[in-house]
């Protein structure tokens, strides 16, 4: 069971836009900006969003992150096949002095 | 470019100990912190702790890790090590070291990554 709660799949057609949510409580999202990763079968996870909404350079601006609160979410506008992926959320949790994911949300592109 | 590069695949019995290396570069390895993570087979990404790159590698580990994790750097060879103690086959999983963003709040560089596989 995740501290911070995403539901373990999605699914879209190219072309269209998804956005994937990460819920959490007061001391971790309520308190530190969301960060959030893509994670390729057999790759490292790679940073996508980090801050609630910035963007590192190179992440294409079809990514977008947003925070209201106690949850955040991800979107990806314009799917690609390539974006089919594991998508995790991230944020230090203040009461539990660390860091916790989500459970990751499994986006397939149909 | 920042790169880190893990030691490669482990094999254990449960009960034995394995310890992980990450050797970092491209960056100044002094000052910053350093993450480890975990994915086991089908489950999602988990935090295990932080070393401080300052004050000799303080680490700071999820209360699930403390006692059997032993998290340390080496800084003449830019290394950081995580050690586990105790294997168990629920310690089978593939093994991060990160690298934390100067802003303190998120992970911004990857290792490859190492399998670590337990068995009885």
């Known amino acids: 069971q995740s501290v911070l709660a995403q539901p373990p799949s999605a699914s879209g057609t190219p072309g269209q836009r998804i956005t994937f949510s990460c819920s959490g409580t007061t001391s971790n999202i309520g308190s530190n900006p969301v960060s959030w990763y893509q994670h390729l079968p057999g790759a490292a996870p790679t940073l996508l969003i980090h801050s609630n909404d910035q963007r590192p350079s190179g992440v294409p601006d079809r990514f977008s992150g947003s925070k209201s609160v106690t949850s955040a979410s991800l979107a990806i506008s314009g799917l690609q096949s390539e974006d089919e992926a594991d998508y995790y959320c991230?944020?230090?949790?203040?009461?539990?002095?660390?860091?916790?994911f989500g459970g990751g949300t499994k986006l397939t592109v149909l | 470019q920042v790169q880190l590069m893990q030691s490669g695949a482990e094999v254990k019995k449960s009960g034995a100990s394995v310890k992980i290396s990450c050797r970092a570069s491209?960056?100044?390895?002094?000052?910053?912190?350093m993450h480890w993570v975990r994915q086991a087979p089908g489950q999602g990404l988990e935090w295990m702790g932080i070393i401080s790159p300052y004050g000799g590698g303080v680490a700071t580990y999820a209360e699930k890790f403390e006692g059997r994790v032993t998290m340390t750097r080496d800084t003449s060879t830019t290394t950081v090590y995580m050690q586990m103690t105790g294997l168990t086959s629920d310690d089978s999983a593939v093994y991060f070291c990160?690298?934390?963003?100067?802003?303190?709040?998120?992970?911004?560089?990857w290792g490859q990554g190492t399998l670590v596989s337990v068995s009885s």
């Open positions: 990160v690298r934390g963003s100067s802003g303190w709040y998120y992970f911004d560089y």
């Open positions: 491209g960056f100044t390895f002094t000052t910053y912190y």
């Open positions: 991230a944020v230090r949790d203040d009461s539990l002095n660390g860091w916790v």
